[in-house]
T-cell receptor, first 114, second 112 residues
Framework: AQSVSQHNHHVILSEAASLELGCNYS??????LFWYVQYPGQHLQLLLKYFSGDPLVKGIKGFEAEFIKSKFSFNLRKPSVQWSDTAEYFC????????????FGQGTELSVKP | DSGVTQTPKHLITATGQRVTLRCSPRSGDLSVYWYQQSLDQGLQFLIQYYNGEERAKGNILERFSAQQFPDLHSELNLSSLELGDSALYFCASSMTEGHGYTFGSGTRLTVV
Protein backbone atom coordinates (compact mmCIF):
# COMPACT_ATOMS: atom_id res chain seq x y z
CA ALA A 1 0.00 0.00 0.00
CA GLN A 2 1.13 3.52 -0.69
CA SER A 3 2.35 5.25 2.42
CA VAL A 4 4.22 8.28 3.65
CA SER A 5 6.42 8.27 6.72
CA GLN A 6 7.98 11.10 8.66
CA HIS A 7 10.99 10.20 10.70
CA ASN A 8 10.51 12.38 13.71
CA HIS A 9 7.42 12.71 15.85
CA HIS A 10 8.62 15.66 17.91
CA VAL A 11 11.63 17.92 17.33
CA ILE A 12 12.81 20.53 19.82
CA LEU A 13 15.24 23.22 18.67
CA SER A 14 16.58 26.51 19.91
CA GLU A 15 16.11 29.64 17.84
CA ALA A 16 18.67 30.01 15.03
CA ALA A 17 19.29 26.27 14.88
CA SER A 18 19.02 24.55 11.53
CA LEU A 19 16.10 22.28 10.77
CA GLU A 20 15.73 19.16 8.69
CA LEU A 21 12.59 17.05 8.77
CA GLY A 22 12.61 13.74 6.98
CA CYS A 23 9.90 12.37 4.72
CA ASN A 24 9.88 9.13 2.75
CA TYR A 25 7.22 7.61 0.58
CA SER A 26 6.64 4.04 -0.46
CA UNK A 27 6.00 4.18 -4.18
CA UNK A 28 8.53 4.43 -6.97
CA UNK A 29 6.41 5.94 -9.70
CA UNK A 30 5.45 9.49 -10.56
CA UNK A 31 4.58 11.58 -7.54
CA UNK A 32 3.76 15.14 -6.62
CA LEU A 33 5.13 16.15 -3.23
CA PHE A 34 4.02 18.68 -0.65
CA TRP A 35 4.82 20.04 2.76
CA TYR A 36 2.04 21.59 4.81
CA VAL A 37 2.28 23.43 8.13
CA GLN A 38 -0.37 23.60 10.82
CA TYR A 39 0.09 26.34 13.42
CA PRO A 40 -1.63 25.75 16.76
CA GLY A 41 -5.38 25.99 16.36
CA GLN A 42 -5.20 26.75 12.65
CA HIS A 43 -5.81 24.98 9.36
CA LEU A 44 -3.14 23.39 7.21
CA GLN A 45 -1.26 25.79 4.96
CA LEU A 46 0.88 24.90 1.97
CA LEU A 47 4.60 25.51 2.56
CA LEU A 48 5.95 24.24 -0.74
CA LYS A 49 5.37 21.72 -3.50
CA TYR A 50 7.30 19.74 -6.09
CA PHE A 51 5.90 18.52 -9.39
CA SER A 52 8.94 18.27 -11.69
CA GLY A 53 12.16 20.02 -12.65
CA ASP A 54 14.72 21.32 -10.15
CA PRO A 55 14.61 18.90 -7.21
CA LEU A 56 15.42 21.72 -4.79
CA VAL A 57 12.27 23.74 -4.22
CA LYS A 58 11.85 26.88 -2.22
CA GLY A 59 8.74 27.70 -0.29
CA ILE A 60 7.38 30.38 1.95
CA LYS A 61 8.98 31.64 5.17
CA GLY A 62 12.49 30.51 4.18
CA PHE A 63 11.69 26.81 3.92
CA GLU A 64 13.07 24.59 1.19
CA ALA A 65 12.89 20.91 0.36
CA GLU A 66 14.92 18.51 -1.72
CA PHE A 67 13.46 15.66 -3.73
CA ILE A 68 15.79 12.68 -4.00
CA LYS A 69 14.09 10.21 -6.31
CA SER A 70 16.52 7.37 -5.64
CA LYS A 71 15.78 7.56 -1.93
CA PHE A 72 12.03 8.25 -2.30
CA SER A 73 12.60 11.20 0.00
CA PHE A 74 11.46 14.81 0.22
CA ASN A 75 13.12 16.38 3.24
CA LEU A 76 12.21 19.81 4.54
CA ARG A 77 14.93 22.22 5.60
CA LYS A 78 15.35 25.68 7.06
CA PRO A 79 18.78 27.17 7.85
CA SER A 80 17.70 29.11 10.94
CA VAL A 81 14.42 28.54 12.75
CA GLN A 82 12.44 31.13 14.68
CA TRP A 83 10.09 30.78 17.61
CA SER A 84 7.22 31.51 15.20
CA ASP A 85 8.04 28.28 13.31
CA THR A 86 6.60 26.29 16.21
CA ALA A 87 3.93 24.18 14.50
CA GLU A 88 3.18 20.74 13.16
CA TYR A 89 4.61 19.88 9.76
CA PHE A 90 3.06 17.36 7.39
CA CYS A 91 4.57 15.76 4.33
CA UNK A 92 2.02 14.72 1.72
CA UNK A 93 2.22 12.78 -1.52
CA UNK A 94 -0.05 12.58 -4.52
CA UNK A 95 0.60 9.26 -6.21
CA UNK A 96 0.12 8.77 -9.94
CA UNK A 97 -3.39 7.62 -10.86
CA UNK A 98 -4.85 8.59 -7.51
CA UNK A 99 -6.69 11.66 -8.74
CA UNK A 100 -6.39 14.47 -6.25
CA UNK A 101 -5.97 12.29 -3.19
CA UNK A 102 -3.09 13.23 -0.90
CA UNK A 103 -1.62 10.75 1.51
CA PHE A 104 -0.19 12.45 4.57
CA GLY A 105 2.60 11.47 6.88
CA GLN A 106 1.97 11.28 10.60
CA GLY A 107 3.26 14.80 11.14
CA THR A 108 6.24 16.21 13.02
CA GLU A 109 5.67 18.58 15.88
CA LEU A 110 8.34 21.28 15.96
CA SER A 111 8.92 23.25 19.15
CA VAL A 112 11.33 26.17 18.93
CA LYS A 113 12.66 27.53 22.20
CA PRO A 114 13.21 31.32 22.30
CA ASP B 1 -8.90 33.23 5.49
CA SER B 2 -8.09 30.46 3.02
CA GLY B 3 -11.26 30.88 0.97
CA VAL B 4 -12.58 27.45 1.99
CA THR B 5 -15.41 27.87 4.49
CA GLN B 6 -16.45 25.19 6.92
CA THR B 7 -19.38 25.30 9.30
CA PRO B 8 -19.87 24.82 12.13
CA LYS B 9 -16.49 25.34 13.77
CA HIS B 10 -17.39 23.28 16.80
CA LEU B 11 -20.00 20.62 17.35
CA ILE B 12 -20.80 18.66 20.48
CA THR B 13 -23.27 15.84 20.20
CA ALA B 14 -24.25 12.60 21.89
CA THR B 15 -23.50 9.06 20.81
CA GLY B 16 -26.01 7.66 18.34
CA GLN B 17 -26.83 11.05 16.87
CA ARG B 18 -26.41 12.32 13.31
CA VAL B 19 -24.65 15.52 12.25
CA THR B 20 -23.98 17.35 9.01
CA LEU B 21 -20.79 19.26 8.31
CA ARG B 22 -20.78 21.83 5.55
CA CYS B 23 -18.02 23.04 3.26
CA SER B 24 -17.94 25.80 0.65
CA PRO B 25 -14.94 25.51 -1.66
CA ARG B 26 -12.75 28.34 -2.84
CA SER B 27 -14.23 30.21 -5.77
CA GLY B 28 -13.46 28.38 -9.03
CA ASP B 29 -12.45 25.10 -7.38
CA LEU B 30 -14.37 22.08 -8.63
CA SER B 31 -12.96 19.43 -6.32
CA VAL B 32 -13.78 19.03 -2.65
CA TYR B 33 -11.96 16.67 -0.32
CA TRP B 34 -12.82 15.56 3.20
CA TYR B 35 -10.24 14.51 5.76
CA GLN B 36 -10.48 13.33 9.33
CA GLN B 37 -7.70 14.31 11.74
CA SER B 38 -7.36 12.49 15.03
CA LEU B 39 -4.48 12.03 17.45
CA ASP B 40 -4.11 8.31 16.85
CA GLN B 41 -4.86 8.11 13.11
CA GLY B 42 -3.40 11.39 11.88
CA LEU B 43 -4.87 12.86 8.69
CA GLN B 44 -7.03 10.32 6.93
CA PHE B 45 -8.53 10.88 3.49
CA LEU B 46 -12.26 10.22 3.49
CA ILE B 47 -13.68 11.15 0.11
CA GLN B 48 -13.31 13.42 -2.93
CA TYR B 49 -15.99 14.97 -5.12
CA TYR B 50 -15.37 16.60 -8.47
CA ASN B 51 -18.08 18.80 -9.96
CA GLY B 52 -20.82 16.89 -8.18
CA GLU B 53 -19.56 13.38 -8.79
CA GLU B 54 -17.76 11.10 -6.35
CA ARG B 55 -14.19 10.85 -7.56
CA ALA B 56 -12.22 8.91 -4.96
CA LYS B 57 -13.01 7.14 -1.74
CA GLY B 58 -10.71 6.52 1.19
CA ASN B 59 -11.18 5.19 4.68
CA ILE B 60 -14.76 6.37 5.01
CA LEU B 61 -17.05 4.40 7.28
CA GLU B 62 -20.42 3.20 6.01
CA ARG B 63 -22.04 5.40 8.68
CA PHE B 64 -20.57 8.41 6.90
CA SER B 65 -21.72 9.81 3.58
CA ALA B 66 -21.08 12.92 1.56
CA GLN B 67 -22.37 14.77 -1.43
CA GLN B 68 -21.52 17.80 -3.54
CA PHE B 69 -24.33 20.03 -4.68
CA PRO B 70 -24.73 21.93 -7.99
CA ASP B 71 -23.39 25.11 -6.38
CA LEU B 72 -20.30 23.00 -5.49
CA HIS B 73 -20.68 23.16 -1.73
CA SER B 74 -20.36 19.82 -0.02
CA GLU B 75 -21.82 18.19 3.04
CA LEU B 76 -20.43 15.34 5.11
CA ASN B 77 -23.06 13.40 7.02
CA LEU B 78 -22.02 11.39 10.05
CA SER B 79 -24.59 9.08 11.61
CA SER B 80 -24.85 6.67 14.55
CA LEU B 81 -22.01 8.60 16.08
CA GLU B 82 -19.55 6.87 18.37
CA LEU B 83 -17.05 8.29 20.84
CA GLY B 84 -14.26 7.37 18.42
CA ASP B 85 -15.68 9.68 15.78
CA SER B 86 -14.53 12.66 17.83
CA ALA B 87 -11.98 14.41 15.62
CA LEU B 88 -11.25 17.43 13.47
CA TYR B 89 -12.89 17.18 10.08
CA PHE B 90 -11.20 19.20 7.37
CA CYS B 91 -12.50 20.10 3.98
CA ALA B 92 -10.17 21.14 1.19
CA SER B 93 -10.70 22.26 -2.38
CA SER B 94 -8.72 22.45 -5.61
CA MET B 95 -9.16 23.51 -9.19
CA THR B 96 -6.99 20.75 -10.64
CA GLU B 97 -6.11 17.34 -9.29
CA GLY B 98 -2.72 16.34 -8.02
CA HIS B 99 -1.42 19.84 -7.45
CA GLY B 100 -2.32 20.19 -3.80
CA TYR B 101 -5.21 21.99 -2.29
CA THR B 102 -6.41 24.65 0.09
CA PHE B 103 -7.78 23.63 3.45
CA GLY B 104 -10.61 25.08 5.47
CA SER B 105 -10.34 25.74 9.18
CA GLY B 106 -12.05 22.50 10.10
CA THR B 107 -14.97 21.40 12.24
CA ARG B 108 -14.11 20.02 15.65
CA LEU B 109 -16.59 17.27 16.47
CA THR B 110 -16.89 16.03 20.02
CA VAL B 111 -19.09 13.04 20.68
CA VAL B 112 -20.05 12.58 24.33
Amino acid sequence: AQSVSQHNHHVILSEAASLELGCNYSYGGTVNLFWYVQYPGQHLQLLLKYFSGDPLVKGIKGFEAEFIKSKFSFNLRKPSVQWSDTAEYFCAVNFYNQGGKLIFGQGTELSVKP
Amino acid sequence: DSGVTQTPKHLITATGQRVTLRCSPRSGDLSVYWYQQSLDQGLQFLIQYYNGEERAKGNILERFSAQQFPDLHSELNLSSLELGDSALYFCASSMTEGHGYTFGSGTRLTVV
